[in-house]
């Protein structure tokens, strides 16, 4: 990432969440991996965004839709290549 040209353009601009798959890799089933996933990032963004009302607690598209709406700065992911 930071040998793209665009890096210092937009560095320290957007709230990055880092996840390592690693961390969910124990579970078997894929969809237990996503919903782990959706509430490990709950967890840490309404906790981080907690002056935020959410309109739903248990939606994260949802969740993060809203924290645009109220700050105007996407969230960007951000994953490890292996």
Same mark, same amino acid.
């Given at each position: 990432?930071?040998?793209?040209?665009?890096? *210092? $353009?937009? !560095?320290?601009?957007?709230?990055?969440?880092?996840?390592?798959?690693?961390? /969910?890799?124990?579970?078997?089933?894929?969809?237990?991996?996503?919903?782990?996933? *959706? $509430?490990? !990032?709950?967890?840490?963004?309404?906790?981080?965004?907690?002056?935020?009302? /959410?309109?739903?607690?248990?939606?994260?598209?949802?969740?993060?839709?809203?924290?645009?709406?109220?700050?105007?700065?996407?969230?960007?992911?951000?994953?490890?290549?292996?």
């Amino acid at each position: 990432m930071s040998s793209h040209n665009s890096f *210092e $353009k937009h !560095l320290n601009k957007y709230n990055v969440i880092h996840v390592n798959m690693v961390d /969910f890799s124990s579970k078997e089933i894929v969809t237990g991996i996503i919903s782990e996933l *959706e $509430k490990a !990032l709950m967890f840490d963004i309404t906790d981080d965004y907690s002056q935020i009302r /959410f309109f739903d607690n248990n939606n994260l598209v949802r969740t993060l839709q809203d924290i645009f709406a109220k700050t105007r700065i996407p969230l960007h992911f951000h994953h490890r290549r292996m």
